[in-house]
């Protein structure tokens, strides 16, 4: 089993807590995807992951999604960086 540690970051490179970070295998077609929350730096490690390749999808309330592939052959460190969502609203 394959685990991937990694960073979620803000376009300034500031840490963003509390993003969805999900690895949905590509294949078999149906497999459970598996996640993680980013940390109050950013930090987080998704665990127990099978090699191959992986959808990987990004979301956090203030930023786009960022979706993205990645083949997962061994434990590995990613960074990952938002841009902010200009369509919400900063303030309520």
């Known amino acids: 089993m394959v685990d991937i540690c990694g960073r979620v970051l803000g ?3 500031d840490a963003v807590w509390n ?3 999900v690895f949905r295998p590509m294949y078999p077609p149906g497999a459970f ?3 993680a929350l980013s940390e109050g730096g ?3 490690t998704v ?3 099978v090699p191959g390749k992986y959808t990987v999808v990004v979301t956090q309330r203030f930023y786009a ?3 993205f592939t990645l083949d997962v052959t061994g434990d590995d460190y990613i960074e990952v960086a938002l841009a902010p969502d200009i369509s ?3 303030v309520y």
């Open 11 to 13: 376009e300034r490179g």
């Open 19 to 21: 993003a969805t970070v």
């Open 33 to 35: 995807p598996k996640f």
């Open 42 to 44: 950013g930090e987080f």
């Open 47 to 49: 665990s127990g992951l």
């Open 65 to 67: 999604v960022h979706t």
């Open 88 to 90: 919400h609203p900063r």
